[in-house]
């Protein structure tokens, strides 16, 4: 139990474009779902916190214009990268709590790059 | 807040050999502590986790941590490693009582050579 999905797994898209990346919980529902940035060789950055039904939580520092996340659905959480620049690239996770909350599972990420 | 070290960026080891990956924490309040694995390329797999009782935690793949509070450590052992045990590990704690985000350790390379 507590599988996440995130599609696509990889994509190349060019410079000024905007890509979608989708989280979904397969086999729980999730009010919750987090997203996360990780550059080669390093820990895992949160960016926000996506919740069901009301805006998204931002970490310092993470532009929310430029990061739109949504969460429509208990099984469902959209990351767009809008306007997408080569700063961009990099490793995206998404996860979400199961059970009481405590515990994160996570995606198998998506890898973007932009060129 | 909560704070994690892992104090070893690299452990290379040969096959077989026992393995111990070190997690110190920092916090003012009660935690919860867990480990996932990552592969090359892929999300992050929950290797086990402590919330309550017994202090000594069994996961996956042979894997065991003991919590140890009066250290503030959580380290991860294997007596035994295997060369598809080479992956990157992370030690997170969170808040027991708050909204269970959780922190990241900045993670451990562990290398098993034949």
């Known amino acids: 139990g507590a599988v996440v999905s995130q599609h696509p797994s990889w994509v190349i898209c060019k410079s000024g474009t905007s890509v979608k990346i989708e989280c979904r919980s397969l086999d729980f529902q999730a009010t919750t779902m987090f997203w996360y940035r990780q550059f080669p060789k390093q820990s895992l950055m949160l960016m926000a916190t996506?919740?069901?039904?009301?805006?998204?939580?931002?970490e310092q520092g993470v532009e929310k214009d430029k990061f739109l996340i949504n969460h429509a659905s208990l099984t469902l959480s959209t990351l767009t990268v809008t306007s997408a620049h080569p700063e961009d690239s990099s490793f995206y996770i998404c996860s979400a709590n199961s059970g009481r909350g405590e515990t994160q599972y996570f995606g198998p990420g998506t890898r973007l790059l932009v060129l | 807040a909560q704070s994690v070290t892992q104090l070893d960026s690299q452990v290379p080891v040969f096959e077989e050999a026992p393995v111990e990956l070190r997690c110190n924490y920092s916090s003012s309040v009660s935690v919860y502590l867990f480990w996932y694995v990552q592969y090359p390329n892929q999300g992050l797999q929950l290797l086990l986790k402590y919330l309550s009782g017994s202090t000594l935690v069994k996961g996956i793949n042979g894997f065991e941590a003991e919590f140890n509070k009066s250290q503030t450590s959580f380290h991860l052992r294997k007596p035994s490693v295997h060369i598809s045990d080479t992956a990157e590990y992370f030690c997170?704690?969170?808040?027991?009582?708050?909204?269970?985000?959780?922190?990241f350790g900045r993670g451990t390379s562990l290398i098993v050579h034949p």
């Open positions: 996506s919740n069901e039904g009301s805006k998204a939580t931002y």
């Open positions: 997170a704690v969170s808040d027991s009582g708050g909204s269970y985000i959780p922190t």
